[in-house]
């Protein structure tokens, strides 16, 4: 861990709060094409799109408080690395008051 990170740690056992505030997450699936899954989220699950990146390699997608992030992964094979793992976008406000707690 690091020295700016074990700092963060000590100050929130202390009782000191971050003034960074995480205002949503959204758990992140990698698919091949992220247009087609934008479409079937949107067409058959109900989400709506939020945005999309101009050359469509990522879109979050919401439906009623859920979100989920659609993230373009050409190569599967490397998913064989991290698949007992989970990963997570956050929205945050103030991000800075986060890395200086």
Request: hydrophobic share 45%; no cysteine; net charge positive.
């Amino acid at each position: 861990m690091s020295d700016t990170a074990k700092g963060s740690v000590s100050r929130v056992l202390a009782g000191s709060r971050p003034s960074g505030r995480v205002t949503a997450s959204a758990p992140i699936i990698l698919v091949r094409n992220v247009r087609n899954s934008v479409s079937f989220f949107t067409t058959v699950l109900g989400f709506e799109i939020r945005q999309q990146n101009a050359d469509w390699s990522a879109a979050p997608v919401a439906r009623q408080g859920a979100r989920f992030l659609l993230i373009h992964l050409e190569n599967f094979g490397a998913l064989r690395a991290t698949e007992q793992h989970f990963s997570a976008y956050l929205w945050v406000d103030h991000v800075d008051g986060l890395y200086n707690a």
